[in-house]
């Protein structure tokens, strides 16, 4: 893919890589990434043999950038690995191009590293995503709320935030008819039930909300451990931690290795395995179904099944 089959011009991207690594930089290489709907994910490469990469959004003010970077930083901050952000950029009318540049982390991600690893390297890579999740979830807040950088609304009751998170999602589906009608009711059960089904008594904690395996990267040292090397593309919130380890169990990104080492600092109470967590993996599956339709209709109708067991 070249830059104008994207409709970003290298001059564009060559302006971006000067006002990063100076006016003598030359970019030699442009390679698609896997990005997002309305962001454009590259890899950017220089004569000098520098590497960044690039999430632009052309023609458009989008302040997600912006919110990444927030994101990465606290990220950061709570002691995980994750890309350094070189700069950021919200466009305007005179230069209408939304984009962060962010450090190029060398790595596979994390079903890669799987493939590549021994059984007892890929229990050890768990046992240290397990460390840095709890680092993360070890950051609080007094409110629930989405993290960025401008004035986000704040809950007390963390059923009416994620109320709010899930309302418009719940309601697509619901109107877009791909339910059967008796799940669409058994959903609406669940979705008015919420203060009962994920009441709890923790505090609001620090998650990424987007964890599975493409977005952690990981490589082996010198003497060939392997250890994870970064998280990417956060969203951020202060939330139930539970919701992310739902999350992560849903899609198998983690073993009993991990939930072992978890379980050391933070024990899971039976509410977890028995409520929480299968009206977690509901919504969780609700927007996949969503945003990628039919092939994840059955996994719906299972979790739908799952989670009647206790309403």
């Known amino acids: 893919m070249t830059p104008h089959e994207v409709d970003i011009s290298w001059q564009v991207l060559r302006g971006i890589v000067r006002d990063w690594a100076g006016e003598t930089a030359e970019l030699d290489a442009v390679t698609p990434l896997a990005g997002g709907s309305i962001n454009i994910t590259l890899a950017l490469g220089l004569k000098d043999g520098g590497k960044a990469v690039l999430k632009i959004t052309p023609h458009r003010v989008d302040k997600a950038h912006a919110d990444e970077a927030w994101q990465l930083a606290l990220l950061r901050e709570a002691g995980v690995p994750v890309p350094e952000v070189y700069r950021f950029k919200i466009g305007s009318l005179d230069d209408p191009f939304s984009y962060i540049l962010m450090e190029f982390v060398e790595g596979v991600d994390l079903a890669a590293a799987k493939a590549a690893c021994t059984p007892e390297q890929f229990d050890a890579l768990q046992v240290e995503l397990a460390e840095l999740v709890l ?18 609304v704040k809950f007390e009751s963390w059923p009416e935030c994620y109320r709010t998170i899930y309302d418009p999602i719940w309601h697509e589906v619901e109107k877009s008819g791909v339910l059967p009608v008796k ?19 923790d505090c609001p904690r620090l998650v990424h909300w987007d964890l599975w ?35 992560l169990e849903l899609f198998h990104t983690v073993t009993p290795a991990f939930l072992k080492t978890y379980q050391q600092t933070r024990k899971l109470p039976p509410e977890y395995h028995q409520i929480r967590k299968p009206v977690y ?31």
Not at 135 to 152: C, E, F, I, Q, S
Not at 183 to 201: F, N, P, Y
Not at 218 to 247: S, V
């Open 281 to 311: 993996q509901l919504y969780s599956m609700l927007n996949h179904l969503r945003l990628f339709g039919q092939e994840y209709l059955k996994p719906a109708l299972a979790a739908i099944e799952r989670v009647g067991q206790v309403v």
């Open 183 to 201: 799940c669409r009711k058994q959903v609406g059960k669940v979705h008015e039930r919420l203060d009962r089904l994920i009441g709890h008594a």
């Open 213 to 247: 395996s493409t977005n952690m990267m990981a490589r082996p040292d010198a003497n060939g451990n392997w250890h994870i090397a970064a998280l990417l593309d956060p969203n951020c919130k202060y939330a139930h931690c539970e919701q992310e380890l739902a999350y």
């Open 135 to 152: 680092r993360l979830h070890a950051k609080t807040n007094p409110h629930y709320m989405r993290v960025h950088g401008g004035d986000p």
